[in-house]
């Protein structure tokens, strides 16, 4: 029964939550006491259509085999595509690039007439289909093969089950995956046995590499072997090797024997490590029903970590499956006696902790490394000194780690939040230095120029104006080593340093360095360098130093990365304060808030709203002025009214970006990022988020469930049971009126990490109105950046154009942008050069520009005239912009005579 239940959730369309959401708890009645198995409650089919890039097959937590059927798309299965090709290894959930994918097996029938995966695939259909955690099982129509898959941490299991024949066949295909293999090999050892291994890379446009090995052991004997090169397949022959098309087939006697089990070891350090992996967790074993039932068990204690009760059943699976999401990765990347495959190629042994890989930090940094602290402790430790280690064997710290290389995938400085918000949590204890020095040289150095890695790219730049300016070229100004790059979008760079630069303040401070505490916190205010006032937008600046021209928000010349200036101006997780002072105030930032979520229609009709307003595409950045949940960027927007004193409207937002999550396939906002975006709904569901790495504290609002334990990880200090209750909560029911912890009020819309983290009862009193709660000055959540602004004393200037046109006895016009910065007003002469005889008129000899720290720009005309009698050709025209008190800057342009 529970099987058939499983197929029906995994074709429900979208509709199929947002009528419950938008109609209180209609259809299925709400559970009054938690799941005993909440493994019936994740639907592993969500995120597999419309760009969520899921996948749907067997691992274990955090596993280093994810075993999953291929049909093609980034995640390795498309919900809509109707063929698979078999059965690959590794995936990943929810990226945003082809990945993983490798060695996919494949169970046929018959003689081996082709080996183009194209020309073996079967067809399946989804009413023929079924996943759950841990375990997947589809019917192969072509051949009458039911396929079943199951996983242990460091092995993927296939239970392949034929029609009565004398051919059944087990392909291994290792010159397939889902990103690019660089050459492969593969052996066909004895009658039971093939290894190899698939060395792989190019992630995005990345110049990663990584080798995967492999051994896969049989059931019982297979009687025939062949293997291929290219097209060519060679019966009978055990080994291939080489670049472009490889593989190996097995075949087996299945006339009475119809049922063969394959399990397969991985290991990136060697074949050896694959064997022993293979034999420690698996021993003489091929019980495909006990792995499966122990794989069940791991997954029922991970996912009852968080227990609810309340909400219909659409809605606790929406949970679950977003819960299960969250704890798929970072993966495993050692071995069972801890060696792994370090930074420098090289093997490595772990001594104190278990190595992991698959960093995808520009997500994972908000907020699913948050969650992990909280419910898997241990492994959170484990992660972050994974990282350290990353920067110590690699001699840099990566940003987008594909297993152990760096893809330089994505841009900013992830990692530095990453590790902060884990040594703020004592997950980096012992290690608290040199994560700090490896922080330290990344924030304040580029990588050598031998180095893989693109690191800061702009870091130059940032430390001497600032900012990134917009306009430098890859390989000239900035070192550009494949991947993304900060040059390229250096508006949201400017940014994400000055978020990560707080951080660090955070973690120097902490450790007793003072100075740099003082430099890190000053940068953190950096991100006022790109405010431009007169808009009330962040925006570019140019080589020159002035503002970019002519310059649209929505767009924003893609000088930010995956979003537009809208998307990004709430990006100051450091200083929410602070930026609602720039934005006028409360009231004004609150009506900008409303703005960018279209709030009244919110009010009216969540579900539309949210979709027409919010949503463009999964992959479309760049075309609308409002909040988009498919990506990162702007996650902790519905927060900010916290910070305008209108805890209510976050509770709105919140319930309306979660009618975007389904029991659908297409039940996801975009790509998940490895559980990033699935972590955010688990956490709005509880009515916590964690906004800002390193600062220790948790923002409130409303939870989803009537009740909710959270069984915090034990770990140093923390560990306890946390209950959230909220009686009577519901669509309507979503304003707090009251919140007391342990039977004490909290009047505050945050609570520090210190209250929570030994558990206790957080209970809130919820209504179906606003109330006075937590709307004062006092109540809003702390600001840890409080440093003063940048004081430096600056001016800049660029002509627009460069170059104009005129004739003798005629006039032209040079257009002269004045940006100034300083702590108070800013004198700024400006002055003109012409050839001799020539006269010039500039429009505002002296401006004052009013600063207050900001960048504040005017605009000048300088007016030549041009002799009569001129001889045609090109003229100079020196137009200089003086700072009292500030340094001078020339721009030369040209007047055309002709």
């Not at 946390?722 to 029911?733: F, Q, W, Y």
Request: proline fraction near 6%.
């Amino acid at each position: 029964m529970r099987a058939s239940i499983r197929r029906v959730t995994a074709v429900l369309g979208t509709g199929a939550l947002i009528g419950g959401l938008l109609c209180g708890l209609t259809g299925q009645a709400a559970a009054r006491t938690p799941a005993a198995d909440p493994t019936t409650l994740v639907n592993p089919f969500v995120g597999t259509q419309n760009s969520g890039n899921t996948f749907p097959g067997a691992s274990a937590p955090f596993g280093m085999v994810q075993v999953s059927p291929d049909t093609g798309g980034q995640g390795g299965y498309d919900y809509q595509q109707g063929t698979m090709y078999g059965f690959s290894q590794t995936h990943l959930s929810g990226v945003g690039c082809g990945v993983g994918g490798e060695l996919p097996v494949m169970p046929t029938t018959g003689a081996i007439t082709t080996v183009d995966a194209d020309g073996y695939k079967s067809a399946y259909s989804h009413t023929d289909e079924h996943a759950e955690p841990g375990y997947y099982r589809v019917g192969l129509s072509r051949y009458g093969i039911n396929a079943e898959l199951t996983a242990t941490e460091r092995t993927g299991w296939q239970r392949y089950t034929f029609p009565a024949t004398g051919q059944a066949n087990v392909l291994f295909n290792t010159g397939r995956s889902n990103q690019t293999v660089l050459d492969s090999e593969v052996h066909v050892v004895g009658d039971r046995t093939v290894e190899g291994r698939v060395h792989a890379g190019h992630f995005c446009a990345g110049h990663d590499e990584h080798t995967v090995y492999f051994t896969a052991t049989f059931d019982h004997p297979f009687t025939s072997f062949g293997a291929w090169r290219g097209t060519a397949t060679t019966p009978g022959t055990r080994d291939a090797s080489g670049t472009g098309a490889n593989g190996a087939w097995v075949t087996f006697d299945a006339t009475t024997q119809r049922s063969v089990t394959a399990k397969v070891g991985l290991s990136y350090t060697s074949l050896d490590g694959a064997r022993r992996n293979l034999t420690q967790e698996t021993g003489d074993s091929y019980d495909f029903e006990a792995t499966r039932a122990k794989s069940h068990n791991t997954w029922v204690s991970r996912l009852g970590s968080i227990g609810i009760t309340g909400g219909s059943t659409e809605r606790q699976t929406a949970f679950y499956t977003a819960l299960y999401h969250s704890l798929l990765h970072p993966n495993l990347a050692g071995d069972v006696d801890g060696s792994y495959a370090g930074f420098d190629n090289k093997v490595h042994v772990a001594k104190d902790y278990t190595p992991y890989q698959n960093f995808s930090l520009w997500d994972t940094y908000r907020p699913q490394n948050q969650l992990l602290e909280i419910l898997e402790p241990a492994v959170a430790r484990d992660v972050a000194l994974s990282l350290v280690a990353a920067g110590r064997d690699g001699g840099w710290l990566p940003r987008w780690a594909l297993a152990n290389s760096e893809t330089n995938i994505m841009t900013g400085d992830p990692v530095t939040p990453f590790l902060v918000e884990a040594w703020s949590k004592g997950l980096l204890a012992g290690h608290e230095q040199e994560a700090y020095a490896l922080l330290r040289e990344n924030a304040t150095s580029t990588p050598p120029a031998n180095s893989p890695y693109n690191g800061r790219s702009g870091q130059r730049y940032y430390a001497d104006r600032g900012y990134l300016p917009s306009g430098l070229v890859l390989g000239k100004d900035c070192a550009h080593k494949g991947g993304d790059n900060d040059c390229e979008h250096p508006a949201s760079a400017t940014q994400e340093y000055a978020a990560a630069d707080a951080a660090l303040a955070l973690m120097a401070e902490g450790l007793g360095h003072r100075e740099d505490a003082r430099t890190f916190a000053a940068r953190g205010q950096w991100y006022r360098n790109l405010w431009d006032s007169s808009t009330g937008q962040f925006r570019p600046r140019t080589v020159d130093g002035t503002w970019l021209t002519p310059y649209d928000p929505v767009g924003a010349d893609h000088q930010f990365h995956e979003g537009g200036a809208y998307q990004y101006q709430w990006l100051v997780p450091q200083d929410p304060a602070g930026l609602v002072d720039l934005m006028g105030g409360r009231r004004e930032t609150e009506k900008r808030l409303d703005s960018f979520f279209a709030y009244p229609s919110l009010l009216t009709d969540p579900a539309a709203t949210v979709r027409r307003d919010w949503i463009a595409s999964p992959y479309d950045y760049y075309s609308k002025p409002t909040y988009n949940p498919n990506n990162e960027p702007d996650l902790l927007a519905p927060y900010l009214y916290l910070w305008v004193g209108a805890p209510a409207k976050t509770a709105t937002v919140v319930r309306a970006a979660m009618t975007l999550f389904t029991t659908g396939p297409d039940g996801m906002t975009g790509n998940d990022d490895l559980g990033t975006m699935s972590a955010w709904y688990v956490f709005s569901s509880l009515g916590l988020y964690p906004t800002m790495s390193g600062s220790n504290f948790l923002a409130l609002s409303s939870p989803q469930f009537e009740s909710a334990t959270v069984h915090i990880g034990r770990y140093g200090t923390q560990g306890g049971t946390l209950r959230i209750t909220a009686p009577g909560v519901s669509d309507s029911n979503r304003y707090v009126q009251r919140i007391t912890l342990g039977g004490h009020e909290v009047r505050r819309s945050w609570l520090d990490w210190s209250a929570l983290a030994h558990g206790g009862t957080l209970a809130q009193t919820v209504g179906s109105t606003p109330s006075a709660w937590a709307t004062g000055h006092e109540a809003e959540p702390p600001s840890v950046n409080e440093a003063a602004a940048d004081s430096r004393r600056h001016v800049d200037s660029a002509l627009r154009p460069s170059t104009v046109a005129t004739g003798p006895g005629r006039q032209a016009t040079l257009t002269l942008d004045v940006l100034g910065q300083s702590p108070g007003a800013l004198p700024v002469h400006v002055s003109a050069e012409v050839p001799t005889g020539w006269g010039s008129k500039v429009s505002a000899p002296l401006l004052v520009i009013h600063s207050q720290r900001l960048p504040v720009q005017q605009t000048v005309t300088v007016t030549v005239t041009v002799p009569v009698g001129t001889p045609a050709g090109q003229y100079p025209v020196r137009i200089t912009a003086d700072g009292v008190g500030a340094n001078s800057v020339a721009r030369t342009g040209t007047v055309t005579v002709s």
